[in-house]
């Protein structure tokens, strides 16, 4: 008799423990991202943008959650590894510190013109949570997302010509390349990683060679809003595409060096009032249990 009536007792609830079950779904989606900052330019004495933001690419992966409120609306929400980011060019006048072992050279301010490359690359921890509503097989979305930074670095190079030393004697160029880790704390002469023969030039250099403020150049935390959507090319497999348009400053002010050379200053100088947005469209493919 008691087994009869657990039977009967599971039978009865087992209609709604599959309603339920169907209310939550998970699975997981990943691509590409195609990445940017939205920043206020250096500017020159003539008022000419001495820099240029250009789009560059890296990747997102996580898992997806999704609660059905009914058979058109509910909600979603995302743990995902994402990269934002983007290509910065400069050209224009600037500055260069030598920090050598030959005391004639040491702590020797250089002045000129200096062309440089750099690919920004942050890896966040990325938490959308967005709403969405079906039409047919599309999905529809629109939210917001939290992004915490777990990873800052660059790559590139730059040529300084025109040089001239303290004393105003001319200097031959100089061409370093970038091996930037915005989370190392080394300055200066610390952040040479590789120098010439002489140890006279440095060749690759980190990411506050020139600062004297070790400090993370981004900032750990990034909100913004995100909308996109859903191709569902059966009940599980879907395309999909999102924007995320980024509402926090990236940089850190304090920590942002002016690059261009203001005449007459030989103290270090900072953009402390320049906004650095992320930008970043997903091209993503996805599975949905």
Do not use: W
């Not at 409120?69 to 600037?94: C, H, R, W």
């Not at 702590?107 to 062309?115: C, F, H, I």
């Not at 040479?192 to 750990?220: K, Q």
């Amino acid at each position: 008799m008691n087994v009869f009536r657990t039977a009967v007792f599971c039978l009865t609830l087992l209609p709604v423990s599959l309603l339920h079950a169907q209310e939550f779904s998970g699975g997981f989606r990943a691509g590409l991202n195609f990445i940017s900052f939205d920043a206020d330019s250096e500017m020159g004495a003539d008022g000419m943008d001495l820099e240029e933001f250009n789009r560059t690419t890296g990747f997102h992966v996580g898992a997806t959650f999704a609660y059905a409120i009914t058979d058109l609306f509910g909600l979603k929400a995302d743990l995902m590894y994402s990269q934002k980011g983007g290509e910065v060019l400069y050209n224009g006048p600037s500055y260069f510190y030598l920090y050598s072992l030959d005391p004639s050279v040491n702590n020797d301010r250089l002045t000129g013109t200096v062309t440089s490359e750099r690919d920004v690359l942050n890896s966040y921890i990325d938490i959308p949570l967005v709403a969405y509503h079906k039409i047919g097989p599309v999905e529809l979305e629109a939210g917001v997302s939290a992004g915490f930074l777990v990873n800052s670095r660059a790559s590139g190079s730059a040529e300084y010509t025109n040089l001239i030393n303290n004393q105003g004697q001319g200097i031959e160029p100089i061409s370093v390349n970038y091996d930037f880790n915005y989370f190392n704390n080394v300055t200066q002469q610390q952040a040479v990683i590789e120098s010439d023969p002489n140890n006279t030039f440095p060749t690759v250099i980190d990411a506050y060679y020139n600062s004297e403020d070790d400090r993370p150049l981004y900032r750990r935390l990034d909100f913004g809003l995100v909308g996109g959507a859903s191709f569902f090319l059966n009940s599980g497999l879907y395309l999909g595409v999102r924007y995320q348009f980024g509402l926090t400053d990236a940089t850190r002010g304090e920590n942002d060096l002016r690059l261009t050379r203001t005449d007459g200053v030989s103290e270090r100088e900072y953009n402390v009032s320049d906004k650095d947005y992320n930008r970043v469209i997903q091209a993503s493919v996805g599975f949905r249990f």
